[in-house]
């Protein structure tokens, strides 16, 4: 039998869209809900500001890492101040890196009303279509089932047969309706989904069925974990953007593959819901996604207390004070940005008790290695908290994966 004969064509198919009753679901999801109240409440608006506009790269790393994709977390930082490697490839991977920060910049800005629905066949198509269209040549190629090359159009539904995995998705001339069937039944401002607990678990579960789906022609990872970041934006848990769903699932790649895959089967046996797929395995993997979302939040809850950021600034800047690229003083100015999120040029000198000028020079330092930042139109401008990439293994130990930070280390250390 051809691929083409057995595909999926009904959008009944998909069926469970929900699992069926768990306690220990909801039990998961309250504990979710619980955990990520307050993550930021300890942390002033700008300070969280600015550790969001520090994991924005990292989410990057990770989504693109799931997919093969390894770009150096040195190399992005370059990328952001506009520092491109020469060979086409490097480039591409830098090029892809920075897509993925400014969609996901501006899908925090989308989620913002109640109504909104993030499981809309245009907001998917919106997320696909920003990415894409700033991604290079060298990504926008693929091969399709029958060995062609084929062009992904940014935010154009397949026109051809997937797989993924052992899974053939979707008959691509029926996904409009797999789409509008996603699109309304896990709409949050649906009757049936009043409840916030039901809410999260679907999330979870809309994960796995938009994978199933593969409405692209490519790109349906990054698409499908920025879906999760807005998900969980626009539920209010993760509204600061502090922690991120991605990093837990590329720590975890083979299980989040594995339990992918595992969703993707249909029913075992009578006792195994009643849909065409397997509601036990549709139930694991919310287990696993719902665990893996709490296991990132307590994390930077833990990374984020304000006793250990002081500390961490602490070692930061012994570590610059040995090398040499700062002084002692320059720790008070950046205890008082991370507890105050910005500080007025004046304070300074205060603060550092120097004078002006050597206090400036200070804060001059700081800014060159990225930890201050000021409005450079407005020579008033308040001194702000920023947190560069390089300073990350000291600052923020063990976001990214060990081999990473000790390059990074390294580099910091002028090894
Ligand atoms: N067996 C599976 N069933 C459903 N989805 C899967 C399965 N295995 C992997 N995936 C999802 O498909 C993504 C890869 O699809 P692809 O369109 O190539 O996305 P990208 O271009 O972003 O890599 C993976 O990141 C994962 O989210
Ligand atoms: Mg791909």
């Given at each position: 039998?051809?691929?083409?004969?057995?595909?999926?064509?009904?959008?009944?198919?998909?069926?469970?869209?929900?699992?069926?009753?768990?306690?220990?679901?909801?039990?998961?999801?309250?504990?979710?809900?619980?955990?990520?109240?307050?993550?930021?409440?300890?942390?002033?608006?700008?300070?969280?500001?600015?550790?969001?506009?520090?994991?924005?790269?990292?989410?990057?790393?990770?989504?693109?890492?799931?997919?093969?994709?390894?770009?150096?977390?040195?190399?992005?930082?370059?990328?952001?101040?506009?520092?491109?490697?020469?060979?086409?490839?490097?480039?591409?991977?830098?090029?892809?890196?920075?897509?993925?920060?400014?969609?996901?910049?501006?899908?925090?800005?989308?989620?913002?009303?109640?109504?909104?629905?993030?499981?809309?066949?245009?907001?998917?198509?919106?997320?696909?279509?920003?990415?894409?269209?700033?991604?290079?040549?060298?990504?926008?190629?693929?091969?399709?089932?029958?060995?062609?090359?084929?062009?992904?159009?940014?935010?154009?539904?397949?026109?051809?047969?997937?797989?993924?995995?052992?899974?053939?998705?979707?008959?691509?001339?029926?996904?409009?309706?797999?789409?509008?069937?996603?699109?309304?039944?896990?709409?949050?401002?649906?009757?049936?989904?009043?409840?916030?607990?039901?809410?999260?678990?679907?999330?979870?579960?809309?994960?796995?069925?938009?994978?199933?789906?593969?409405?692209?022609?490519?790109?349906?990872?990054?698409?499908?974990?920025?879906?999760?970041?807005?998900?969980?934006?626009?539920?209010?848990?993760?509204?600061?953007?502090?922690?991120?769903?991605?990093?837990?699932?590329?720590r975890n790649e083979k299980d989040y593959k594995a339990n992918l895959a595992n969703a993707d089967l249909v029913r075992f046996n009578n006792y195994d819901g009643r849909g065409?797929?397997?509601?036990?395995?549709?139930?694991?993997?919310?287990?696993?996604?719902?665990?893996?979302?709490?296991?990132?939040?307590?994390?930077?809850?833990?990374?984020?207390?304000?006793?250990?950021?002081?500390?961490?600034?602490?070692?930061?800047?012994?570590?610059?004070?040995?090398?040499?690229?700062?002084?002692?003083?320059?720790?008070?100015?950046?205890?008082?940005?991370?507890?105050?999120?910005?500080?007025?040029?004046?304070?300074?000198e205060r603060i550092t008790g120097k004078s002006d000028k050597t206090a400036k020079a200070m804060a001059h330092s700081l800014i060159k290695l990225g930890l201050l930042r000021?409005?450079?139109?407005?020579?008033?401008?308040?001194?702000?908290?920023?947190?560069?990439?390089?300073?990350?293994?000291?600052?923020?130990?063990?976001?990214?994966?060990?081999?990473?930070?000790?390059?990074?280390?390294?580099?910091?250390?002028?090894?």
């Amino acid at each position: 039998m051809s691929i083409k004969e057995g595909v999926y064509r009904d959008p009944t198919t998909m069926e469970p869209l929900y699992p069926e009753h768990s306690p220990e679901l909801e039990s998961l999801a309250m504990t979710l809900i619980a955990e990520s109240n307050g993550l930021a409440a300890s942390l002033h608006p700008l300070t969280a500001h600015a550790i969001a506009d520090f994991l924005r790269p990292m989410n990057s790393y990770y989504s693109n890492l799931i997919e093969g994709h390894d770009t150096h977390p040195i190399d992005i930082e370059k990328a952001l101040h506009k520092d491109f490697a020469n060979d086409k490839k490097n480039r591409a991977l830098q090029l892809e890196a920075l897509a993925h920060i400014k969609v996901s910049e501006r899908i925090f800005s989308k989620c913002l009303t109640v109504e909104f629905n993030p499981y809309s066949t245009d907001f998917l198509k919106w997320i696909h279509q920003s990415f894409y269209d700033e991604l290079p040549e060298y990504f926008r190629k693929v091969k399709n089932l029958e060995g062609d090359e084929t062009d992904v159009i940014p935010g154009e539904i397949r026109t051809c047969f997937v797989k993924v995995g052992k899974h053939v998705a979707p008959d691509w001339k029926h996904l409009s309706a797999f789409l509008n069937r996603f699109e309304t039944y896990y709409n949050p401002s649906d009757a049936t989904n009043r409840s916030k607990i039901r809410r999260v678990i679907a999330m979870a579960a809309a994960h796995h069925r938009m994978a199933w789906i593969h409405p692209f022609v490519d790109g349906n990872g990054r698409v499908v974990r920025l879906l999760s970041d807005a998900c969980f934006r626009h539920e209010g848990l993760n509204t600061a953007g502090l922690w991120s769903m991605t990093r837990g699932l590329a720590r975890n790649e083979k299980d989040y593959k594995a339990n992918l895959a595992n969703a993707d089967l249909v029913r075992f046996n009578n006792y195994d819901g009643r849909g065409n797929l397997s509601n036990s395995m549709l139930t694991e993997f919310c287990r696993f996604y719902l665990m893996t979302a709490i296991d990132q939040v307590t994390y930077m809850k833990k990374m984020l207390g304000i006793d250990t950021m002081l500390n961490r600034i602490d070692n930061y800047v012994d570590l610059m004070v040995a090398k040499g690229l700062l002084k002692h003083e320059t720790r008070y100015i950046l205890e008082a940005v991370f507890l105050k999120g910005e500080i007025a040029r004046g304070e300074v000198e205060r603060i550092t008790g120097k004078s002006d000028k050597t206090a400036k020079a200070m804060a001059h330092s700081l800014i060159k290695l990225g930890l201050l930042r000021v409005d450079v139109t407005n020579h008033l401008s308040p001194y702000q908290a920023c947190y560069p990439i390089s300073a990350s293994p000291v600052l923020f130990p063990s976001l990214y994966p060990t081999g990473k930070e000790m390059d990074m280390l390294n580099a910091m250390k002028g090894l």
